[in-house]
């Protein structure tokens, strides 16, 4: 059986600004990074090989750059990388990237059983939290999503248990295999890839499926197969700060001030 | 007097046997060891050998090594006469009375004197091991080993009596002619004289006394601490001839081993200086780790390598495997992860070993192989590591804000041939709120000074320091290489810093990589302005009260500069500043050295809160600092001891609040 870890190149949104003008985001000079939540996903994937032996192979759709991310996972140690780029996948929306992708997994399963498809939670340039479901969807898979844990896995009966992470209270639920879990931050720690690993990866092999390969209906894909249109992107406008009370003077009753304060609006969780 | 040569000669025969067998299997384990160079530019080797070994220059560097020096120097002179006596032991008619009369008198004379003040010396060592022993003689695996200062100190104890008895019983039996030339000899033949009956026996007594004393010290030398006797004047002459302040460069190729995890993946250097330690323990007392409660004892850290070595060693010479391992167990000959990452890389170790062991690059090498080949170190380091890969800098905000500091001054870019200096920032300097204020105090007075400046905004990427000294080697490379092309690329050959880390690591890391520049600390470079009169101030800072200076470690201890922040808080309050307890080379680290900065510090007494306690005592109004890294532990730890009255200044701070207007 194996695992498939799906990851994403994002720019690093810490650094990304909008153009004032054209309410784009300004994308030359900023780096990418595995999507955070994607190496939550990578790093159980990992875990699970660990502990189970089990092969992990790392996809991620994306212009041929991406290379960069796909390496990174195998630094860290899975077994294969794919990249899925071709110029008819561009432009694509959560519905035909999910395609895409679902496409891949499948491929993948005709070579070997997939048993677990793992997804962070969303990415941090989207943010739609679309895509990991998306391909649960497509490929018939049930979905757990927001996994905080992994309470129990049982490869013979195949089954798995987990916790997901909702608003304000923890759920438990099992399902049977193969499934697709999107996970949060909380799941685990990601490793650090040795100096060793890194260099052979330097010069892994990174495979390309492009359409070719793929061989998907062009109207489900890319630009084509994207029903949804972003008709307009913007830096919300934020109120401007107040200075209240007299923090040189009389910093005990400013800071009752501030308490009151946040506890009015409703700020502070008490 | 019956010499027997029948009975001494195999005897010495077999002694020496056993000394040269002891001293090859040692030896012979130093070999195990990877190749390093050491035999470059001999005339300072051979200089340095003289300073610190013959010299003992840093043996004297605390009162009781004075006893040290005269045992030395003692040992030094009678090693002529012990030699004399074991060659007359084999063949009596071969003397030192076949020299000149003047001269054999001149050294029986000498022998004879120098015995009486070894004799005191070792009296007095003994009364200081017995009566009033410094806290550091004794580690957790160490203690044991005193048995055998008192062992050596009673071998050299009864060498000196044997030796007045022998030549006391001599000289009262009219046998020695020069008995003139040997006073406290001559002494103890009056004494003897008392005894005629006695006189022959007892002069065999001493001779076999001293004979066979002799023999057990040369048996025993190899295989205790003693033997530094053999081993410290050649470390001395192997010493790193630069300063040990940064550590060698690993070249990434696949099928590499990263660090060192085995005793043989060191150099045979590191190999030679556990065997030249003396287990004095003077790095153990400087050591801020040990000083405050850590696993981490710089001397068992050498001692850990020689017990495993010497346990390992010759398994591995018959090609077998490690039965104790460097790294990971509670134990003698292992040493502890905590014990590892507890280095602040202050170089206080280094500083005061005698015989000029380098503890610190040995520490880096193991932390090398937990971070590069098993990727295992305490977790806060994952976030630094990945922030400096990321976004080269230590907390990981985005580069595009390197510039925020300076949003409302009027800054030039560094550009060749239109300004002189490059102000390197740092990351300090540049992201934390407390030091961005030093930096806008350091531009105010370049700019009042008229220096001509410039900095790389957006394109400055941090110097790499912690990573280096958390041995992450791999990712300093790759951030040195980045470094040194930008520079080279810019054309930047001189270069003011703020910060000591980055002042090392551009100075004395960058070298490795093929850059010189010219780095220049602002301490200096504000003690070269207000001197050359280049800077003038406005008023004498008067305000800050009484001020206090810290040495950071990378500024003092690892480059040597000491005079030029306490010159420009003369110069900027008109006295000199107050001092510690222990400063200038003996200052103690505030904790956050060697990549400490971004790591918890879970066992013992904090290092800032020790360091913060003794400048307290000094009762001064502000402490001064020429280091972000210290200014943030100073300041933590004033907190702490909820001292809110004192203060802490960058030297920047109080030169700039000089030049306001009266």
């Known amino acids: 059986m194996q695992i498939v870890a799906c990851i994403k190149q994002v720019p690093d949104t810490t650094q990304v600004q909008i153009d004032p003008v054209t309410n784009t985001l300004v994308r030359e000079g900023i780096p990418f990074i595995v999507n955070p939540y994607d190496t939550h996903a990578l790093e159980e994937s990992l875990r699970l090989k660990d502990r189970f032996g089990c092969r992990v192979a790392a996809i991620s759709m994306g212009p041929p750059n991406a290379e960069a991310t796909l390496r990174k996972a195998l630094a860290l140690g899975v077994d294969e990388a794919i990249l899925l780029s071709d110029r008819v996948f561009g432009g694509a929306d959560t519905l035909a990237t999910s395609n895409v992708l679902a496409a891949a997994i499948r491929k993948l399963h005709e070579q070997e059983e997939v048993g677990i498809v793992l997804c962070g939670k969303q990415t941090i340039d989207g943010d739609t939290a679309q895509v990991g479901p998306g391909i649960a969807t497509r490929l018939g898979y049930t979905q757990l999503t927001l996994v905080d844990r992994i309470e129990h896995i049982d490869l013979e009966k195949r089954v798995i248990r987990v916790r997901r992470k909702l608003e304000g209270r923890h759920e438990i639920v099992e399902a049977p295999l193969p499934v697709l879990l999107t996970v949060v931050r ?73 308490i009151d304060k946040l506890l009015s609006k409703d700020l502070l969780a008490l | 007097m019956t010499t027997n040569p029948a009975i001494f000669t195999p005897l010495l025969i077999a002694a020496g046997i056993f ?189 076999w006394i001293h004979a066979l004393v002799l023999l057990a010290f040369i048996c025993f030398l190899p295989h205790s601490k003693h033997m530094h006797i053999l081993t410290a004047i050649p470390n001395c002459f192997f010493a790193s001839l630069e300063k040990p302040n940064t550590q060698p460069r690993e070249e990434f190729v696949k099928g590499g081993e990263f660090g060192v995890d085995k005793v043989d993946s060191f150099t045979w250097k590191d190999l030679f200086d556990s065997f030249s330690c003396t287990e004095c323990g003077r790095c153990q007392s400087a050591c801020p780790a040990a000083a405050t409660g850590k696993s981490l004892n710089p001397r068992q ?240 800072v008067q305000d800050l009260g009484s001020v206090l200076f810290h040495d950071s470690c990378y500024l003092g201890r690892h480059n040597d500069v000491y005079e030029a922040p306490r010159d420009v808080l003369r110069s900027a309050t008109g006295q000199a500043p107050l001092e510690m307890e222990r400063s200038r080379n003996n200052s103690f680290c505030c904790g956050a050295g060697g990549g400490r900065m971004w790591m918890e510090e879970f066992s013992g007494e904090r290092i800032n809160l020790n360091r913060v306690d003794e400048a307290l005592r000094q009762n001064a109004d502000t402490i001064c600092t020429a280091c972000p890294y210290c200014m943030t532990m100073f300041e933590d730890g004033l907190k702490d001891r909820q001292a809110g009255q004192t203060k802490v200044r960058d030297i920047a701070e109080v030169v700039a609040e000089g030049l306001r207007p009266v």
Not at chain 2, 443 to 467: N, Q
């Open chain 1, 186 to 258: 909380e799941l685990n720690r990601p490793r650090y890839p040795t100096v060793p690993r890194r260099l052979e990866s330097a010069d892994a092999e990174v495979k390309t499926w492009s359409n070719q390969i793929m061989q998907l209906p062009e109207p489900t894909i890319g630009l084509k197969g994207s029903p949804t249109w972003v008709s307009r992107i913007f830096s919300p406008e934020r109120d401007k700060g107040e200075i209240i009370g007299d923090g040189v003077h009389d910093p005990d009753g400013t800071a009752q001030l501030l």
């Open chain 2, 301 to 540: 850290v050498i001692h850990a390598i020689k017990t495993n070595l010497l346990a390992n060693g010759p398994l591995l010479q018959r090609g077998g495997a490690h039965v104790i391992p460097l790294i990971g167990e509670e134990g003698e000959g292992s040493n502890t992860e905590e014990t590892i990452w507890s280095c602040t890389t202050c170089g206080a170790c280094m500083e005061a070993c005698p015989v000029l062991i380098e503890h610190m690059p040995k520490i880096i090498k193991m932390r090398r192989h937990l971070v590069e080949m098993e990727s295992r170190f305490p977790e806060e380091l994952l976030n630094l590591f990945e922030n400096m890969e990321q976004r080269s800098n230590p907390w990981g905000i985005a580069p595009s804000e390197r510039t925020k500091w300076c949003a409302t001054m009027d800054i030039k870019p560094f550009e060749k041939g239109v300004t002189e200096y490059l102000f390197y920032i740092g990351c300090a300097g540049t992201f934390d709120s407390r030091s961005k204020q030093v930096t806008v105090a350091l531009a105010t007075i370049l700019d009042a000074a008229g220096v001509s400046w410039g900095i790389l905004g957006k394109e400055e990427k941090c110097c790499g320091d912690s990573v280096r000294r958390l041995g992450n080697e791999f990712v300093f490379d790759r951030m040195a290489k980045e470094n040194v092309q930008l520079f080279q690329e810019k054309g930047v050959t001189k270069v003011i810093v703020q910060c000591p880390h980055c002042f090392s690591t551009l100075k004395n890391d960058y070298r490795q990589y093929g850059l010189e520049l010219e780095v220049i600390h602002h301490g200096e470079l504000i003690d070269q302005l207000l001197a050359s009169g280049r800077l003038k101030l406005n008023r004498q």
């Open chain 2, 19 to 207: 000394f040269v067998w002891s001293c090859y299997r040692r030896f012979s384990l130093v070999t195990l060891g990877r190749p390093e160079d050491r035999f470059d530019r001999l005339d300072r080797r051979i200089g340095d050998m003289f300073l610190y070994a013959f010299g003992q220059k840093r043996v004297v560097a605390k009162p009781f090594g004075i006893n040290h020096f005269i045992i030395f120097w003692s040992f030094m002179v009678l090693l002529l006469a012990n030699g004399e006596f074991l060659v007359k032991g084999v063949i009596p008619a071969l003397s030192l009375a076949l020299l000149s009369a003047p001269l054999y008198h001149g050294l029986l004379l000498a022998f004879d004197l120098v015995s009486l003040l070894t004799l005191a010396a070792i009296l007095l060592a003994f009364a200081r091991r017995i009566f009033f022993p410094p806290a550091y003689m004794s580690t957790a695996y160490v203690k044991a080993r005193s048995a055998d200062g008192f062992v050596i100190l009673v071998f050299i104890a009864l060498l000196m009596l044997a030796y007045f008895g022998l030549h006391g019983a001599e000289i009262a039996m009219g046998n020695e002619p020069a008995a003139a030339f040997m006073p406290i000899s001559s002494q103890i033949a009056g004494v003897l004289a008392s005894y005629p009956s006695l006189l022959t026996p007892l002069a065999s007594l001493f001779w």
